[in-house]
C-alpha cells in the first residue's frame, strides 16, 4: 500500500489545516488528557466523510500517546492503567468490530449528555466523600472499552473514570496515556481484519500523529508549572466540552 496515494485528492490547504488542529489539539491533549479524538473529527468529516474518522485517529493516536506516555509517564498510576485495560481490552475490539457495522450516533447522544452530567455529578461524590473503587473502576471500563473501540472523542470518558478513582492532574493525563496505547493497539488490530484501513486513512493518521508529537512536550511545560486546582479545572471543561462536541456531532449525523 504507497500511503501518499492518500493525499491524492486532498489540497495543500487541506492538509495545513488538518496538521494545525492536530498540533494544537496535542496541546489540549496534554492539558486535558484528550483532545485529537474530539477536534480533529471536526475537520476530518467534512474532508473524508464520517466513517474513515475512527480508524484514523486510532492509529495516530499511537503517535500522540506515545509522545504523552513519554512526557509524563513518571506520573502515571500503573495499577490503575492495568484494571483498567483488563477490563477494556475485549469490550474494545467488540466495539471495533461494531463499528465497522453500525452507526453511533445514537450512542454518542446518549453518552455525550452523560459526560456533560459527569462533572455536577463526580463534584457531588467527592462533596460528599464518595470515590469508585477498584471494582468501580474494572465495571466502568468494560462500559468505556465498547465506547472508546467504536467512537472518536469517546476518551473524557476515560477522564471521569480515573478522576472519580482519585487520580488528579498529571496523573490522569499519563494514566490516561497508558491505556488509550492499548486501546489503540487493539482497535488497529480489528480495523485491520475488517479491511477498512486504506491508503488515505493511513496517510491523514501519519500526518496527524507526527504532526502531534511536539504537542505533549509543550503541554508538559504548562503542566509542571500548574496548580493541581488549575488542572483539574481544565480536565473538568475539557469533560464538557468533549460531550457538548459529541452531541452535536450526532445531532448532526441523524
Known amino acids: ?30 492539558l486535558a488528557g484528550y483532545g485529537t479524538g474530539a477536534l480533529v473529527p471536526l475537520v476530518l468529516v467534512p474532508m473524508v466523510g464520517a466513517e474513515p474518522v475512527v480508524p484514523i485517529i486510532a492509529i495516530s493516536s499511537i503517535f500522540t500517546n506515545s509522545s504523552r506516555f513519554v512526557a509524563f509517564v513518571r506520573f502515571a498510576d500503573r495499577r490503575k492503567a492495568i484494571i483498567v485495560i483488563v477490563g477494556a481490552v475485549f469490550s474494545t475490539a467488540l466495539g471495533a468490530y461494531g463499528y465497522t457495522r453500525l452507526s453511533s450516533a445514537g450512542a454518542s447522544l446518549v453518552i455525550g449528555s452523560m459526560l456533560i452530567l459527569s462533572v455536577p455529578l463526580r463534584r457531588l461524590l467527592r462533596k460528599h466523600s464518595v470515590r469508585i473503587g477498584e471494582r468501580g ?10 465506547v ?8 473524557v470518558i476515560l477522564l471521569s473514570l480515573l478522576m472519580a478513582a482519585g487520580l488528579e492532574g498529571a496523573a490522569v493525563v499519563a494514566t490516561d496515556a497508558v491505556i488509550s496505547l492499548t486501546s489503540a493497539a487493539v482497535k488497529i488490530s480489528v480495523f485491520g481484519l475488517t479491511g477498512v484501513i486504506t491508503a ?48 452535536s456531532s450526532a445531532l448532526r449525523a441523524l
Open 148 to 155: 472508546v473501540g467504536g467512537t472518536a472523542g469517546s476518551g
Open 200 to 247: 488515505r486513512v493511513l496517510a491523514l493518521a501519519l500526518l496527524i500523529g507526527l504532526v502531534a508529537i511536539p504537542g505533549a512536550f509543550l503541554a508538559k511545560a504548562f503542566v509542571e508549572r500548574m496548580p493541581v486546582h488549575i488542572h483539574t479545572a481544565i480536565l473538568d471543561a475539557a469533560v464538557i466540552t468533549g460531550g457538548v462536541v459529541m452531541i
Open 137 to 146: 473502576l474494572a465495571a466502568g471500563a468494560v462500559g468505556y472499552g465498547i
Open 1 to 30: 500500500m504507497n500511503f501518499l496515494s492518500g493525499f491524492s485528492d486532498i489540497s495543500l490547504l487541506q492538509i495545513f489545516l488538518v496538521a494545525a488542529v492536530a498540533l494544537f489539539a496535542s496541546v489540549i491533549g496534554g
